[in-house]
């Protein structure tokens, strides 16, 4: 999927939210979907860099985007319906989601992990998702072709010492992307997991502090998996966990 060439107008007129859009793999998401016609809203905790990306956005010629400002660690089930009514309000549709926001926490031995912390990353990569889907499906089921995908790990498919409350998140949302494709199947709403695999933003620098960013991949280079995803192409794919860089899967890798 490295190789996927999406066409130029492959989102025009399309609706497109993300999470964890300021930083990271989710800007890169951000900025390669307005680049493709999409009007994007990008949901973030720190404004400056949702404004920076608002800017990019903008100065590349996209859609005039929309920010949500949002800490998904305190938000509550009203705040995603309350986000809903301003995107049906403002926009009358939305097209697609990109689940990208994600907490890494400690690293550290399962016997270890506290409970606060336990809580913060099931808060953030696990409850928040399940809240916003819910809160977004009636505005997904309204579109003619809808496209939910969440972000997995390779720790969300194969435990690993050490990954503790962030790989069992991840294999949360695993298993919500396979309920809810399930659930959908031959409705207008495609749900699927990407995992990025080792690539070069702050979170992987946190978790692998020794290793040279250079010998990574970029959030660019893994972005087509995101397109094809939130494209046409892939109207019929639904309930898969894709690999971003399935030529660098080894058995028990990391993150
Ligand atoms: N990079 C990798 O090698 C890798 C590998 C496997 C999976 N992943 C997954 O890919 C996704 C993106 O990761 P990344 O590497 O791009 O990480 P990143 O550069 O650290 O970006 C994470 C994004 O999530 C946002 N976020 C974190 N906590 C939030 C909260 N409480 N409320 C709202 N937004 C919040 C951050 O916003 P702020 O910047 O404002 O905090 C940031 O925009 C994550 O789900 C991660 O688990 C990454």
């Given amino acids: ?13 399309k609706v497109i939210l993300v999470t964890g859009a300021g930083d990271g793999i989710g800007r890169e998401a951000a900025l390669s979907y307005g680049a493709h016609g999409a009007t994007v809203i990008l ?9 920076a990306v ?14 949500i400002p949002l800490d998904l660690q305190g938000a509550t089930k009203q705040h995603y319906l309350d986000m809903a009514e301003t995107l049906k309000q403002q926009f009358g549709r939305l097209d697609g989601v990109l689940f990208n926001a994600g907490h890494l926490g400690v690293l550290g031995p399962f016997e270890m992990i506290g409970e606060d912390e336990w809580d913060k990353v099931m808060q953030i990569n696990v409850k928040s998702q399940f809240l916003m889907t819910q809160a977004l499906l009636p505005l997904l089921k309204a579109t003619p072709s809808a496209s939910i995908v969440y972000t997995s ?33 031959n409705t ?20 692998y502090p020794g290793e040279d960013p ?15 995803l939130m494209g046409s192409d892939s109207q019929h794919v639904s309930g898969q966990s894709l690999d971003a860089q399935p030529d660098k899967i080894r058995p028990r890798a990391g993150q």
């Fill in 1 to 13: 999927m490295l190789d996927y060439h999406a066409s130029p107008d492959l989102l025009n007129d």
């Fill in 43 to 51: 949901l973030g905790k720190t404004v400056k860099k949702l404004e």
């Fill in 153 to 185: 790990s390779g720790v969300g498919k194969q435990g690993r010492a050490y990954w503790g409350s962030y790989a069992v998140s991840k294999f949360a949302t695993e298993g919500m992307m396979e309920v809810l494709a399930d659930e959908l199947d």
């Fill in 214 to 228: 250079a010998t990574l991949r970029t959030p660019r280079d893994i972005i087509p998996l995101y397109l094809y």
């Fill in 54 to 67: 608002y800017d990019e956005l903008l100065a590349q010629g996209s859609p005039e985007p929309a920010i």
């Fill in 188 to 207: 207008r709403v495609r749900v699927n997991c990407i995992n990025p695999g080792a690539t070069r933003t702050d979170m992987r620098a946190r978790a």
